[in-house]
């Protein structure tokens, strides 16, 4: 971390300002060479977190009248001597104040360096490197709240706390290994089995709510599945309240997926259209028909429409009966067009008992309020104003902890088994490791470089 890297903190176009952060070792002498305060005498104070009006020059020329916010080492954001150059909202000030900086050794910032340098210089964990991102990405106030929890420490905390158990147990491990002379009685491998138990058990209940961070973040990923002309575009458009897809009486209009937006309560819902599910024999709708399975294995909830009007002569589809047997814990039935059809009911004869159904239409409106509730019950024990705990929510960290766990898991198998010691640190060593990662204080560089590498420039 050599160079002093500069870049364009805000987005690139016309506006009110453009901040251009520079940081690293030679900051500070590229801005005194850059830059000439109104008031000199309060700069030479140098005195941290200040603001400062003057010019900035890119040799005798003057560029833009600007602010600088001065930030030393160790007191910034990257850890270094870092400095932002609030310009005029022109691109053509930011551009002249960045290729000044370059002139006078410089380098342009690659993506989420500033965030990068952040992290090594021990600002930071892993944890908290990508809540910035996602408290960036945040549809929805729940997921913001959840991405502020996390960029305040509280999940990294309670990881670090079970990384110190997984370490406690493998120093416990080692030093009996080190002293063979010392007979190990049934107490030590009690106490050894208990420590593994109550370490496993504290990361299981992180793991237990990761579930519901990735919602929280990702939004849950709802199918609307069916055969054709059961009403699943026009249930699409009836959550967005417009004409997003078309809708027709004849089968089969939908060929591909269509992907939307809403938000039931603070949850986000990624709305998937599928094509209407049947046999068929257009090669172009047999794709659209594939497409919807895949889409169905990975869903987190299915919303299986049913028309009514339709079981007065006919039953469940074979490809109905496969939802409803094969993805029964994820989907929510939806016995639709009930306006058309005064005695629904016995609709539910057809239906595994086990199957959550609503009578519903989409045309009147009719039993939106209860699938709302229904949705809210899945995600977060139907009460969205929960405040979000520090919920582990990317697939990264998620992995990481189930690892970890399992790694225990055969860590307490090899006690019970009373499988020599050295062979046991394998497994907790392969949990430490897991854990560690999580927050970065185990992690290969080329994984670092993958994370920081969805980041922003600038950032």
Same mark, same amino acid.
């Given at each position: 971390?050599?160079?002093?890297?500069?870049?364009l903190?805000?987005?690139?176009?016309?506006?009110?300002?453009?901040?251009?952060?520079l940081?690293?070792?030679?900051?500070?002498?590229?801005?005194e060479?850059?830059?000439?305060?109104?008031?000199?005498?309060?700069?030479?104070?140098?005195t941290?977190?200040t603001?400062?009006?003057?010019?900035?020059y890119?040799?005798e020329?003057?560029?833009?009248?600007v602010?600088?916010a001065?930030m030393?080492?160790?007191?910034?954001?990257?850890g270094?001597d870092?400095?932002?150059?609030n310009?005029?909202g022109?691109?053509?000030s930011?551009?002249?104040i960045?290729?000044?900086?370059?002139?006078?050794g410089?380098?342009?910032?690659?993506?989420?360096?500033?965030?990068?340098?952040?992290?090594?210089?021990?600002?930071?964990?892993?944890?908290?490197?990508?809540a910035?991102?996602?408290?960036?990405?945040?549809?929805?106030?729940?997921?913001?709240?959840?991405?502020?929890?996390?960029?305040?420490?509280?999940?990294?905390?309670?990881?670090?706390?079970i990384?110190?158990d997984?370490?406690?147990?493998?120093?416990?491990i080692?030093?009996?290994i080190d002293?063979p002379?010392?007979?190990?009685?049934?107490?030590?491998?009690?106490?050894?089995?208990?420590?593994?138990?109550?370490?496993?058990?504290?990361?299981?209940?992180?793991?237990k709510g &990761?579930k519901?961070?990735?919602?929280?973040?990702?939004?849950?990923?709802?199918?609307?599945?069916g055969?054709p002309?059961?009403g699943? &575009?026009?249930l699409?458009?009836?959550?967005l309240?417009?004409?997003r897809?078309?809708?027709?009486?004849?089968p089969?209009t939908?060929?591909?997926?269509?992907h939307?937006?809403?938000k039931?309560?603070?949850?986000l819902?990624?709305?998937?259209d599928?094509?209407?599910?049947r046999?068929?024999?257009?090669?172009?709708e047999?794709?659209g028909i594939?497409?919807?399975?895949?889409?169905?294995?990975?869903?987190?909830?299915?919303?299986l429409?049913?028309?009514?009007?339709e079981?007065?002569s006919?039953?469940?589809?074979?490809?109905?009966? %496969?939802?409803?047997?094969?993805?029964a814990?994820?989907?929510?039935?939806?016995?639709n067009?009930v306006d058309?059809?005064?005695?629904?009911?016995f609709?539910?004869s057809?239906?595994p008992l086990?199957?959550?159904?609503?009578?519903?239409s989409?045309?009147?409106?009719?039993g939106f309020?209860d699938?709302?509730?229904?949705i809210?019950?899945?995600?977060?024990?139907g009460d969205? &104003?929960?405040?979000?705990?520090?919920?582990?929510s990317n697939?990264r960290?998620?992995q990481?902890?189930?690892?970890?766990i399992?790694?225990?898991?055969?860590?307490?198998?090899?006690v019970?088994a009373?499988?020599?010691?050295?062979?046991?640190?394998?497994?907790?060593r392969?949990?430490?490791?897991?854990i560690s990662?999580?927050t970065?204080h &185990?992690?290969?560089?080329?994984?670092i470089?993958?994370?920081?590498t969805?980041?922003c %420039?600038?950032?």
């Amino acid at each position: 971390m050599e160079d002093t890297i500069v870049a364009l903190a805000t987005p690139p176009g016309e506006g009110a300002i453009h901040i251009v952060r520079l940081s690293g070792k030679q900051a500070s002498k590229i801005i005194e060479s850059c830059f000439s305060p109104q008031q000199m005498e309060r700069w030479q104070d140098e005195t941290n977190f200040t603001l400062h009006l003057g010019w900035f020059y890119h040799g005798e020329k003057k560029l833009d009248q600007v602010l600088v916010a001065r930030m030393k080492a160790p007191f910034s954001f990257t850890g270094e001597d870092t400095f932002e150059v609030n310009c005029h909202g022109g691109m053509l000030s930011a551009r002249r104040i960045i290729e000044a900086c370059l002139h006078h050794g410089a380098r342009l910032a690659e993506a989420g360096e500033f965030s990068k340098r952040a992290f090594l210089n021990g600002k930071m964990d892993l944890i908290q490197a990508e809540a910035l991102v996602d408290l960036i990405t945040a549809r929805t106030e729940l997921s913001a709240d959840l991405a502020l929890l996390q960029l305040r420490g509280r999940l990294s905390s309670q990881i670090d706390d079970i990384r110190q158990d997984v370490l406690d147990i493998l120093s416990f491990i080692e030093a009996t290994i080190d002293f063979p002379e010392d007979q190990i009685d049934d107490l030590a491998l009690t106490e050894l089995a208990e420590k593994i138990i109550k370490t496993k058990e504290k990361a299981v209940e992180i793991f237990k709510g &990761s579930k519901t961070g990735k919602i929280i973040r990702d939004g849950l990923s709802t199918v609307i599945a069916g055969r054709p002309n059961v009403g699943k &575009s026009s249930l699409l458009n009836a959550f967005l309240n417009e004409d997003r897809a078309i809708v027709t009486d004849v089968p089969g209009t939908t060929r591909d997926e269509i992907h939307e937006y809403i938000k039931v309560g603070e949850v986000l819902l990624h709305l998937i259209d599928t094509a209407g599910i049947r046999e068929s024999e257009d090669p172009v709708e047999m794709i659209g028909i594939e497409r919807t399975w895949k889409a169905l294995n990975m869903a987190d909830v299915i919303l299986l429409l049913l028309d009514v009007s339709e079981y007065n002569s006919h039953c469940l589809t074979k490809e109905e009966q %496969i939802i409803l047997e094969e993805y029964a814990e994820k989907t929510i039935v939806l016995i639709n067009k009930v306006d058309m059809v005064p005695d629904y009911e016995f609709v539910d004869s057809f239906l595994p008992l086990k199957v959550f159904a609503i009578p519903f239409s989409v045309k009147k409106h009719f039993g939106f309020g209860d699938l709302e509730k229904e949705i809210l019950h899945r995600v977060y024990e139907g009460d969205s &104003s929960i405040s979000p705990e520090p919920f582990l929510s990317n697939i990264r960290q998620i992995q990481a902890l189930e690892n970890s766990i399992h790694s225990l898991e055969k860590a307490l198998e090899a006690v019970y088994a009373d499988v020599p010691f050295d062979l046991v640190s394998i497994d907790v060593r392969s949990s430490l490791e897991e854990i560690s990662s999580i927050t970065g204080h &185990s992690v290969q560089e080329d994984l670092i470089n993958n994370i920081f590498t969805r980041f922003c %420039i600038g950032k």
